[in-house]
């Protein structure tokens, strides 16, 4: 179930904008166990979508920090949630 989903959040980051694979990066986060597919999925984000050597930003779009930062963030959450309850 965990590759299909990947597939599935993969093939929207491809074809959908954010506000429809960020979404479900985040429900594959609180969903499975060190889902660290995420941070491989935000780094594709970053490199698709990133501004590259012309942005302006300090890191471009930092998409793959950020999925990193809340897989640290939900990992002791995650046991105080049931999902077999």
Not at 1 to 11: A, E, H, N, P, Q
Not at 22 to 37: A, D, M, R
Request: proline content about 6%.
């Amino acid at each position: 179930m965990r590759i299909l989903f990947t597939l599935i959040v993969f093939l929207a980051l491809i074809v959908t904008p954010y506000w429809i694979y960020f979404p479900l990066i985040l429900i594959g986060i609180v969903l499975f166990p060190f889902y660290l597919e995420a941070i491989l999925l935000g780094l594709i984000v970053d490199l698709v979508y990133g501004g590259g050597a012309n942005s302006n930003a300090l890191f471009g779009f930092p998409f793959g920090i950020v999925v990193a930062i809340l897989i640290f963030f939900t990992a002791p959450l995650r046991e105080y949630l049931r999902f077999n309850a």
